[in-house]
């Protein structure tokens, strides 16, 4: 009999690979809304990045011919849609025009947390040691990457607050996504969560008008990319790793966005960060890969397993022949 582990491995590495590409982008976001977040107001970035995804991925569904999600995946995108597109995109913009980046940072880093714990809650989710353990190593990471950034604009309680809140939507958002994962496509789930975070951001249609009007070029071009690349793309990757692993997994792997995006900072910006950024970082990363590790199964020594086979060899041959008359097993009745 053919063993199911070759595909199984398959299944884990491409889900893994969708994850990495993910984190980099989304680690390559927070680059990019600092650029377009001088020219536009948190809303109207919000909106204009969830119109320019959502123009791409309905490119891609039409060639696809990917169709509409069955009805029974709808309340998930729904949720998703007005909780992680919409309202986590507007107040997590909003919040870190209040507080300086490495509060924000620290305050949303929260999210995985909360994602394990309404997983395990909500979804049944598992909760093994080394998720806890990979967690714990990567939050103390963030809390250092947050402090070494501290300093860098005004903190304010309100700031804070709203932080907070996108941090609870994010994680309302993975949790509400993974169900739908289950009855629709990654690109079904993500291309209408997508367009239902863009109408939930319709308001601000007057705001990004005006705003893009005077907008230098590459702040457009900055939200446009948002809208490709870190939202298109990256939450595509994401729904196609979520329905193959866990919440909570996918939630601890985030943590290795701060320690990109302070890699990504010192390349493309130059800010060289200091001992305790990087500490922070290398530990968000070694949190995650303890988070993603698997623990490793006991192999049989080939000198036990060839005496096992061999004793189950010789049971089988001394055993009775319990014949056509004679009954294996107490009777029935």
Known sequence: MTS???AERRTEMLAAGAATVTVVLWASAFVSIRSAGDAYSPGALALGRLLSGAVVLGVICAVRRAGWPPRSAWRGIVASGVL?????MVVLNWGEQ????????????IGPILIALLG????GDAMPPRLLAGMAVSFAGAVAVGLSMSGEGG????GVVLCLLAAFGYAGGVVAQKPALGRASALQVTTFGCVIGAVVCLPFAGQLVHEAADAPVSATLNMVYLGVFPTALAFTTWAYAL????????????YAVPAL??????????????ALTLTGGVLCLAGVAVSRSR???PRVPPARAAESARAAGAGEAGAPDPGPDREVGPRSG
């Open 4 to 6: 199911p582990r070759p």
């Open 84 to 88: 992680w597109f919409g309202f986590y």
């Open 98 to 109: 209040q507080v300086d980046a490495g509060t924000a940072a620290l305050v949303v880093n």
């Open 120 to 123: 395990a809650r909500l979804l």
């Open 155 to 158: 903190s304010s309680v309100f």
């Open 243 to 254: 329905a193959r692993t866990t919440a909570s997994r996918m939630g601890a792997t985030t």
């Open 261 to 274: 995006v302070v890699l990504m900072s010192w390349l493309a910006l130059g800010e060289v960060p200091g």
């Open 295 to 297: 623990p490793r199964t």
